[in-house]
């Protein structure tokens, strides 16, 4: 079992807060926290599925002896958790060792070298209880060096929940690391985990008449848009013959767009009713 002690900082100075992290049951039936908080179906309020419970986070003391002199207090808080595996692994090691050694004399030597000098592994990795007749879910090769991990290949079935979680390139993720992964510094796109990543930051999003917008790669400043169609000729040059700028340039841009877009969708209906 284990707890979770909060780190802060103030300054740029790192802290700890002296508190760790604590969860109970949002709802409470009597006011503290009961054994039938704990349980599913959850109150009507909490809101979500029946069989989640809506906790909320506490920072509590770390101290053993705090929660042996306080047990009421705490009664119904979860104060440590036990990490539960979602995956049984098995794993097969071949060993290739070089060992210069120098007699000492009465028996006595000294190995010069770490061992193993070579170390290959593969992991093979199976969801626990296998649901949905999930029988392989990952696959590893390692490299290390006296211990040092020079290169791991990751494969994993990202696919794993619902339907179609066959093992097939659409569902799996390959990830590669390195030592220098090892060490902090690691290389572009260098990862451990074989899982997928999502963006933290949304690129753009609004609301206009209480609808989302569509995300796109960019955000346009009305400001700096400039409109323009010009002529151009041998005698004349270039002549300028309209210009528009800003909203008026965005509003104008936007009318074309929605125009060219209703006629590839005519010509998609035209083509397929030929």
């Not at 707890?3 to 949002?26: D, R, W, Y």
């Not at 209880?129 to 006296?146: A, C, H, K, R």
């Not at 210009?243 to 074309?256: C, E, P, V």
Request: hydrophobic letters at 35%; one cysteine or more; proline letters at 5%.
């Amino acid at each position: 079992y284990q707890i979770h002690q909060l780190m802060t900082q103030f300054e740029g100075v790192e802290l700890n807060s002296g508190s760790c992290l604590s969860f109970a049951p949002k709802h409470r039936r009597n006011g503290t926290v009961s054994e039938r908080d704990w349980q599913t179906p959850a109150a009507a309020e909490d809101g979500g599925p029946s069989e989640f419970i809506k906790l909320e986070p506490w920072a509590v003391p770390c101290s053993s002896q705090w929660m042996t002199d306080n047990a009421k207090t705490w009664e119904g808080y979860s104060f440590y958790d036990w990490p539960a595996p979602i995956e049984r692994c098995v794993s097969l090691s071949y060993n290739m060792g070089v060992q210069p050694t120098i007699a000492l004399g009465g028996g006595f030597t000294l190995d010069i070298m770490s061992k193993p000098l070579i170390n290959l592994m593969t992991q093979v990795c199976w969801p626990s209880g296998q649901p949905g007749d999930v029988d392989l879910s990952q696959i590893s090769y390692s490299l290390t060096s006296m211990g040092l991990p020079l290169l791991t290949r990751t494969l994993r079935l990202v696919k794993r929940f619902g339907n179609d979680t066959v093992w097939s390139d659409d569902n799996i993720q390959a990830s590669t690391h390195t030592l220098r992964f090892s060490m902090g510094v690691p290389g572009e796109g260098e990862d451990p985990t074989g899982s997928r990543r999502m963006r933290r930051e949304a690129l753009l999003q609004g609301a206009k008449g209480g609808k989302k917008q569509a995300t796109t790669d960019f955000e346009v400043v009305t400001e700096d848009v400039l409109l323009a169609s010009m002529s151009y000729d041998d005698a004349g040059g270039i002549n300028v013959t309209s210009s528009l700028k800003g909203k008026a340039a965005t509003k104008r841009l936007q009318q074309i767009m929605g125009r060219n877009k209703r006629s590839s969708l005519l010509q998609e209906n035209t083509s397929a009713t030929q």
